[in-house]
């Protein structure tokens, strides 16, 4: 299969958006950078972004995070989920589950143990941060041009 970054479609769970809000210099933030500067394709529901805008906004209370997440949002694609999932035991994790099976994504990145069980789940791949940073960059993604990327959209 040939890879392309452009192409590349992703759902983060929110517990990835909170360890990269954490560190910046974890995987689960070059993640979200990629998907700030547009090298990554990122898909959300309406309720899903509105619970995280929430709790990152209680979490991060240094402004330029707070500059960031609405970027990150800004670069966020809606999807609609039209059918419920009822895989994993934790109605949130399904509804993140239904986000990526509506949005037809290549990855559901997360650090939650039951869906990581998972493995892949109608042809997406359930995957850690590390693993997903791993495979991206292994496929040839230009770190340099990821760079010169977020500089620009970042002023």
Do not use: C
């Not at 040939?2 to 759902?11: A, E, H, L, S, Y």
């Not at 689960?28 to 509105?50: D, M, P, S």
């Not at 709790?55 to 995070?65: C, E, H, I």
Request: proline share 1%; no cysteine.
């Amino acid at each position: 299969m040939v890879f392309d970054k452009n192409k590349m479609k992703i759902v983060l769970d929110t517990n990835v958006l909170i360890d990269g809000f954490k560190d910046e210099y974890s995987y689960e933030k070059k993640i979200i950078n990629a998907v700030i500067g547009g090298e990554i394709t990122a898909y959300a529901n309406k309720q899903t972004l509105r619970e995280n805008r929430l709790l990152l906004g209680m979490r991060v209370g240094d402004n330029s995070y707070l500059e960031e997440l609405n970027r990150f949002f800004s670069q966020v694609n809606n999807v609609v989920n039209r059918r419920q999932i009822h895989i994993v035991s934790d109605p949130e994790d399904n509804k993140i589950l239904e986000s990526a099976v509506e949005a037809r994504v290549d990855y559901l990145v997360t650090n939650d143990k039951a869906l990581l069980e998972l493995n892949n789940y109608q042809n997406i791949k359930v995957v850690t941060p590390i693993d997903f940073w791993k495979t991206y960059k292994d496929e040839g993604m230009d770190l340099w041009k990821q760079w010169i990327n977020y500089v620009k959209n970042s002023k």
